[in-house]
């Protein structure tokens, strides 16, 4: 199983960026996907989620309204709109899937993609 996170990169605060995360080696429309955040010096945290079949979503309090979670089954990929973004959205971006259900707990999760840098400028 391989999930490959993009889309990352170096922005000003209230930009938008789109992350993107291909998914390969599993049957996507069986997972949640998830995607997960690690600042520097901090503990990764939980973002956003989809689930799967009815693409229900759920958000982390600091990015509801900014962040957008959705996913195509036909490409096997999730992405992660990110819009108004702030400096303290810096953080290396995860995604991830957990089967039959997303979660917001990292140890529920059954892969893990590498990451992607996002960084915000003030």
């Known amino acids: 199983v391989q999930l490959q996170a993009s889309g990352g990169g170096l922005v000003q605060a209230g930009d938008s960026l789109r992350l993107s995360c291909a998914a390969s080696?599993?049957?996507?429309?069986?997972?949640?996907m998830n995607w997960f955040r690690q600042a520097p010096g901090k503990e990764r945290e939980f973002v956003a989620a989809?689930?799967?079949?009815?693409?229900?979503?759920y958000y982390a309090d600091p990015v509801k309204g900014r962040f957008t979670i959705s996913r195509d089954d036909t490409k096997n990929t999730v992405h992660l709109q990110m819009n108004s973004l702030k400096p303290e959205d810096t953080a290396v971006y995860y995604c991830?899937?957990?089967?039959?259900?997303?979660?917001?707990?990292?140890?529920?999760?059954?892969?893990w993609g590498k990451g992607t840098l996002v960084t915000v400028s003030s």
């Open positions: 991830s899937a957990r089967l039959w259900t997303y979660s917001v707990y990292e140890g529920a999760q059954q892969y």
């Open positions: 989809i689930n799967r079949r009815d693409d229900s979503t």
């Open positions: 080696g599993l049957t996507f429309n069986n997972y949640g």
